[in-house]
């Protein structure tokens, strides 16, 4: 706590202490100047004083005065200091480098603004070791980073030459979050070139995309980009993961109410991925309601949402422009009004929107967290039993206060604070965008066929809950996922986030099943040969890693042909319910 205290103020006491030095040098000089024979002039005096910084005296005085004395100490406390202080960043430099020299399998963060130190703290509790890059070196945050236990290289992270310094080439995770998505880009392309020919897992680069339609476009491309072993891209934008968090810990409807009216207040960077994902999850919950088909909305309900904002007409009209797909799934409704005007104040506006009664929760997406706190409060205070989550944008104790406050103020029970840089920046989201989640739904498809057949965890142990999956059998399925683009493209098909949601489940041919297992199973083969697995007639052996399925397609038993056409026939299913589409090129 004092190191940290000290570090803020040590130069304005070492300023302190060289400006009395010069004040007491100059004035003992000048004394001891006037009783001795020769130039008595003032820059005489000065030159002195100057001289006592480089802890010589090129003149002696008869007498030192205590002024004199005084100001020789402090001059030589001040060159001692500045002395140390440059050789210890110097030596600290220089055993980071060593220090980063030697590092393996971890993970670099590029970009230290509020993201990047989250995120640097998140990994480091979580036991890796990481190296931040920086380019400005009076952040004062490389501090709090490095008493975090992360090495700190100060550098532009688009130059080779500093990926080169962080050993790239030997790294886990590379995640850019730098203030701009160009750089960001660039230094995902830099570190592809510093791969070795051959790695035992691919390197996965994580650039973050602030532009939300820039974010969804590059998504498109994501997946078919994947066809190299040894590197994994992957964009994440804050507000996309923001709503994922948020719908899981605050979801707009339940069993009891599976087509709630929901206020929201505000138009701020969520609510266009909040609507979005909203209606992608219902699409994908009455995809299959109807066996063998696209299923309709329940009874024909829709989800209700009730925007209050200034220009919320304006906004909604652009809204069904950008997103079309949404007319089918929920009404979203307009209530122009200013927040500060008197009918917002009195809670007249939610005559016109239907009874209190009639909705079951309320979200406030405003981008002023002020704001954003006020309007809250009105809201609680007009909708007493309704549960109303606020998004804050900055991590202060904002966040925190009305985190607790339904602990503390009864009227504020039902009031959530949800931070969306605090939600959006945590490793399980960070690993888990587009190749994450065809990972987790490739597997939840293997549990669901394994499962209908009888076996159970004790007899399988890979079917478990993502979560609780090894992380090398999580990594096993995020390889599958990276080579669906590359097995698509051999049948001239491809995939991507879904845009056509009334369209039908896409088929494969016979052949192109029989293709596409054939390809899946020589991949599988060539990913646990490269793990060190090898082939033994005996049962699977997962100490001596020996397996009796790794052999040719033609020398497979059928029973096992027949999981790997199973997944190819159930693809364009599970990977519809996770938000994707296969198409034809």
């Excluded at 390889?479 to 039908?504: F, M, Y």
């Amino acid at each position: 706590m004092f190191r940290r205290w000290w570090e803020g103020k040590e130069w304005i006491f070492v300023g302190l202490i060289g400006l009395l030095a010069l004040v007491l040098g100059f004035h003992g000089y000048s004394m001891a100047l006037r009783g001795t024979q020769g130039d008595h002039s003032v820059y005489s005096a000065i030159y002195w004083t100057l001289q006592l910084f480089t802890g010589q005296e090129g003149f002696t005085p008869p007498h030192y005065s205590w002024e004199l004395q005084s100001a020789r100490f402090m001059a030589l406390f001040v060159l001692f200091y500045a002395a140390v202080r440059t050789i210890a960043a110097v030596l600290r430099q220089q055993f980071e480098n060593i220090k980063i020299y030697w590092s393996r399998n971890h993970v670099i963060i590029c970009g230290l603004g509020q993201e990047g130190l989250i995120l640097t703290s998140r990994f480091r509790e979580d036991g890796w070791r990481v190296v931040v890059i920086d380019m400005d070196e009076n952040n004062g945050w490389h501090t709090q980073c490095r008493d975090m236990g992360a090495l700190v290289l100060v550098g532009n992270a688009t130059d080779r030459r500093i990926l080169e310094k962080a050993r790239v080439d030997r790294a886990e995770y590379v995640i850019s979050v730098c203030g701009d998505d160009g750089a960001n880009c660039q230094v995902a392309m830099c570190a592809r070139k510093f791969l070795p020919e051959r790695r035992k897992r691919p390197l996965t680069c994580v650039a973050h995309i602030k532009n939300q339609d820039m974010h969804n476009l590059l998504k498109e491309q994501e997946i078919m980009m994947s066809n190299d072993d040894n590197f994994r891209l992957e964009f994440f934008n804050v507000y996309q993961n923001a709503v994922r968090a948020l719908l899981v810990d605050h979801p707009v409807w339940n069993d009891d109410n599976p087509f709630p009216h929901i206020l929201i207040a505000g138009w701020g960077g969520l609510i266009d991925s909040f609507l979005v994902q909203v209606a992608q999850r219902r699409h994908a919950e009455s995809l299959f309601s109807v066996e063998g088909g696209v299923g309709e909305n329940i009874e024909g309900e829709r989800l209700r949402f009730t925007v209050v904002d200034s220009a919320a007409s304006e906004k909604v009209e652009l809204l069904y422009c950008r997103y079309p797909q949404l007319v089918n799934y929920c009404d979203v409704l307009p209530c122009d009004m200013d927040f500060g005007s008197a009918e917002f104040q009195r809670g007249e506006f939610l005559d016109n929107i239907g009874r209190i009664s009639g909705i079951s929760k309320a979200y406030v997406f405003i981008d002023d967290d002020s704001l954003a706190v006020s309007v809250t409060l009105q809201i609680v205070n007009n909708l007493k039993n309704i549960p109303v989550v606020v998004c804050l944008n900055k991590e202060d104790g904002m966040e925190m206060l009305l985190s607790n406050a339904d602990r503390t103020v009864n009227s504020l029970k039902n009031l959530k604070a949800f931070g969306i840089l605090n939600n959006s920046c945590t490793i399980e989201l960070l690993l888990d965008n587009t190749h994450g989640l065809l990972a987790r739904s490739i597997h939840e498809e293997y549990v669901r066929e394994q499962t209908a057949k009888g076996d159970t965890p004790q007899t399988n142990s890979s079917l478990l809950p993502w979560n609780d999956l090894p992380e090398q059998l999580k990594e096993s399925n995020r390889q599958q996922a990276d080579d669906l683009g590359r097995k698509l493209e051999t049948v001239n098909c491809g995939i991507s986030p879904v845009h056509d949601w009334n369209a039908g489940i896409f088929e494969f041919t016979e052949d192109e099943i029989q293709l596409l297992a054939q390809l899946e199973h020589n991949r599988w083969v060539k990913e646990r040969k490269k793990e060190g697995w090898r082939y033994s007639s005996s049962p699977k052996d997962l100490k001596r890693k020996t397996n009796p399925c790794l052999v040719p397609w033609e020398q497979l038993p059928s029973e096992e042909q027949a999981k790997d056409l199973n997944t190819v026939r159930n693809m364009p299913r599970f990977l519809a319910h996770a938000g994707f589409e296969i198409y034809r090129l």
